[in-house]
């Protein structure tokens, strides 16, 4: 993949040349959250706002309606409270983006050597490209003494993974500074 986006042109629109190969949507997901990781990561350090439903207080100095002093009184306080919801959103992305960019983060899953070895089954199937009868295998693990995988922990972890990129898609057009 080569992607070239240029600056905002002062007339005219911006220049924009990508190339997607072919490899780089096998892994879509993986390759896409190289890009995202980088760009939320940059999106929380140098942000100038938030969304607006992290943040509806009224009482803003530059607003023409007026309203209770209490509004005023408590206007940065709401404000600061919705800026932090906003980076704990922002944070569960940045997560979620995060293990997928690193593409082993499921080996901490499995413990110690797996090894496995194919016995066949004694049931025949068609070849679907000939139609010869062909006899099917199973897999056998060979050690299974000596390894285990937490089935469960993985589980979790898949499911904050997804809330992340669910968070992602909710505040999608929210993602801008």
């Known amino acids: 993949m080569k992607i070239k986006i240029g600056d905002f042109p002062k007339k005219g ?3 924009v040349d990508i190339q997607i190969d072919n490899w780089d949507t096998w892994n879509m997901d993986s390759t896409l959250a190289m890009i995202i990781y980088p760009m939320l990561l940059q999106l929380k350090e140098t942000k100038h706002g938030i969304p607006s ?14 309203c209770f002093d209490y509004y005023k009184e408590t206007h940065d306080d709401a404000w600061k409270e919705g800026a932090k919801k906003w980076d704990d959103v922002l944070d569960q992305m940045i997560w979620s983006f995060r293990q997928l960019a690193c593409e082993d983060y499921d080996s901490q899953y499995h413990h110690g050597d797996a090894t496995y070895d194919w016995e066949e089954t004694g049931n025949l199937y068609p070849n679907p490209v000939n139609g010869v009868m062909e006899p099917t295998y199973k897999m056998i693990d060979t050690n299974p003494k000596e390894h285990w995988y ?11 993974i997804q809330e992340g990129i669910a968070l992602f898609g909710k505040y999608y057009r929210s993602l801008w500074d």
């Open 53 to 66: 439903e992290f943040v509806e207080v009224g009482g803003e100095d530059y607003g023409d309606q007026t």
């Open 150 to 160: 937490d089935y469960v922990g993985h589980q979790l972890h898949e499911e904050r």
């Open 13 to 15: 629109s911006r220049k």
